[in-house]
């Protein structure tokens, strides 16, 4: 038996694109929700 081969470097960046992907849209979520509520406070004051 081999030893096992390394993570490439092309592997770890697709687990990081994938993770990403997976991440982006509630964050995005998150900080336009905050923005709006912000906004909201600036308009109302």
């Given at each position: ?21 997976l991440?982006l ?11 709006l ?9």
């Amino acid at each position: 038996m081999r030893g096992e081969p390394k993570p490439d470097w092309k592997d770890f960046l697709a687990l990081v694109l994938a993770a990403y992907s997976l991440l982006l849209p509630p964050l995005l979520a998150v900080l336009g929700a905050l923005l709006l509520f912000t906004l909201l406070l600036g308009l109302l004051r």
